[in-house]
C-alpha cells in the first residue's frame, strides 16, 4: 500500500480540498500533517493520523524574531524528514500555506515527490518560493499560470468533499418554495459582513426569504436577533445541502467556497476579504464576476442599502438568477479531486 503525507493546515480553504483528495485514495495509508489545536484536528477526526508540528510565517519585522521563526523552519523541516523516514512515507502533497514549507522542504531533502495545489488567483508567498521544489503545481484557477512562470503547472480547479457531487438532504425546516439567501464568511465567519447583513435581513424576511447566516464562532452578536425564517450557525457541516438549497449566497471570495458555489450553480454576491494577501479574494471574485456568475462590491463601498436592493432585485429577477446559476456551473470542474488523485499516483 503507497503512503501519502497530506500536510493541509488552518482553514477550511486549505483543510476541505485536501480532505476531498484523500477520499479519492482509498487504498492509500494516509498520514496527515498540520499545527495544533487548529481546525484540521477536528475535521479530520480519526480517519488519519494526526501529526502536529509548530510553523509560523515570517510576518515580524522584527529581526530577532524572523531568526527564531527560521530556526523554527529548519527544525521543523527534519522533524518532517525524520516523519517521512520512519513512516516510510512515498509522496506528499499539500494545499500550501505554512505548513507547505517544512513539507515540501522535507520532500525535496528525502528525495520524494511533492505536489502542491494552490487555489488562490494569486499563489501565495510559499507557493512562490517553494513551488520549484515540487514535481507538479496544481492550480485552482486556470490564469494563474502566468505567476509561476519556470514552474510545471498544471489547472485542475480545487477538489471539493464528495457530498457535493450528491444530492444532500439541507434538515433546517425550510419550506420548499420560499427564497434562501445564505451568508458564507469563509470557514471563519466574517464580523463585518456579519454587521453589514443583519441590517438587510429583516427586509429579506419581509417578502418571504428564508436566510441562513453562517457567522463564524467569533461573532460578538451571534445571538444578537432572532426570527422564524432566520437561522444563525456558527459553523455548519453540510455546506452541500446547503449551497444545493440556496437560491443566493451572499459570501467572503475564498477559493473553496467559490469552486462549491459553482458546482452546486448558486449565484452570489461575493464581498472578498479586504485584508487576505495581495488582496487575492479580489481576483479570485474577478473570475466569477467576469463569467457572470456573481457580483462583487469592495467591503468599503457596500452600503447596507446597496446590498440590499440588491438582493431584493435579484430576489425578485428570477430569469436573471437562473442566467448566473448557469455561467456559475459553467466554471465548474467535476473531476478535480480525482485529477489530483491521478497525479499524486502518477508520481511515485
Ligand atoms: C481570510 C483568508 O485569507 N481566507 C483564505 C482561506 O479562507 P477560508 O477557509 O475562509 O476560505 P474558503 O472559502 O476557501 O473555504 C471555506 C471552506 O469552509 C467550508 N465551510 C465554511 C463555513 C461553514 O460553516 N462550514 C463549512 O464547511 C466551506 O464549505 C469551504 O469548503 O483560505 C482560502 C483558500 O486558500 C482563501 O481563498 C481565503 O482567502
Redesign the pocket.
Known sequence: MARLLIAASG????V?PALGVAEKLPDYEIQWLGTPDRLEQTLIGDRYSFHPISVEGFQTRSPIKRLQILLGLVSSVFEVKKLIEQEKIDVVFTT??YIASPAILAAKLSGIPAILHE??YIPGKVTKLLSRFCTTVALGFEGTKKYLPNTSTIWVSTP?RSQFYTPQPLDLNIPVNVPLITV?G???GAVSVNQLVRQCIPSWLEIGAYVVH?TGKNDPDADSFKHPQYIS?P???N?AGLLQRANLAVS?A?????T?LAITKTPAILIP?PF??ED??SF?AEVFVKAGAAYCYQQKELTDKKLNNLVLDLLKNSNKLKEMSQKSSELAVMDSAEKLANLIKDSI
Not at 482553514?11 to 486549505?14: A, C, K, M, V
Not at 475564498?254 to 467559490?258: D, V
Open positions: 482553514t477550511g480553504g486549505h476541505f500550501g500555506g487555489s488562490n471539493v458564507i469563509g470557514s471563519q453562517l450557525l459553523f455548519f457541516d455546506m467572503r475564498g477559493s473553496g467556497t467559490l462549491e476579504y487576505a494577501a487575492h479574494q479570485n
